[in-house]
């Protein structure tokens, strides 16, 4: 059975700072997924991870994937509070859109 | 082009009762995906329909049920509600099954079961 662990589960940190969300998985696959939650919203697409070393960024956010070691990595550059948000990793095992989460980073930016 | 939707947005049951989920995929997207999204948890996938057959269910019972009708639409039907029920249920849809394609979601529809 596919796991799919995020750490830490909650990340409060000061504006301006830089800060790491990590995404490890216990099986084969190449595909993962960023996803950003707003409180009572739903899920956004941030990025989508389709190979080894695949890396892209968008704004302060930058995602990369390592398949060897299973591990995705969401990184945030001089955090801004408008980043605040829940955010979920996703791996899809099966090539067939059946996404697994994590348990979501709770990511709170003060001023 | 228009989103993903769903309906309605927030419902109340009680215990033993039966519910209708609706939701519309995006157009052109003939893949829909349901999940149940608990507090404080990850979405977890129920299952998936793909030109009007079931193509994947995750462990779930049967009293969590689906439809996909021709205009690629979709129902998930849960009878026998329990209280651990209680969850925010996001349909996704995508244009086709297998491939590398974002999956897309609605709002959700926040389900509280007393």
């Known amino acids: 059975e596919l796991k799919v662990e995020q750490n830490p589960l909650f990340l409060s940190m000061q504006e301006g700072k830089n800060y790491t969300i990590y995404c490890n998985y216990s099986t084969t696959s190449d595909r993962l997924y960023w996803y950003r939650q707003d409180p009572g919203k739903s899920l956004e697409s941030l990025f989508v991870?389709?190979?080894?070393?695949a890396v892209k960024q968008e704004g302060r956010l930058m995602a990369s994937l390592d398949t060897k070691a299973r591990l995705s990595t969401l990184h945030i550059t001089a955090a801004v509070h408008d980043l605040s948000a829940t955010y979920f990793c996703a791996v899809d095992e099966t090539s067939g859109s059946r996404l697994t989460f994590g348990e979501g980073t709770q990511l709170t930016v003060n001023p | 082009e228009t989103g993903v939707t769903q309906s309605p947005t927030h419902l109340i049951k009680t215990r033993g009762q039966q519910v209708t989920l609706r939701c519309s995929s995006q157009?052109?997207?003939?893949?829909v995906s349901w999940y149940q999204q608990a507090l404080g948890q990850g979405p977890q996938f129920i299952f998936q329909y793909y030109r009007e057959e079931e193509n994947g269910r995750g462990n779930f019972p049967p009293r969590f049920s689906g439809l996909q009708f021709p205009n690629y639409s979709s129902e998930l039907n849960v009878n026998a509600l329990e209280l651990d029920d209680s969850a925010l249920y996001l349909c996704a849809s995508s244009p086709r099954v297998r491939g590398t394609d974002t999956q897309y979601f609605g709002p959700g529809t926040r389900l509280t079961v007393l």
């Open positions: 157009s052109g997207h003939n893949t």
């Open positions: 991870l389709l190979s080894n070393g």
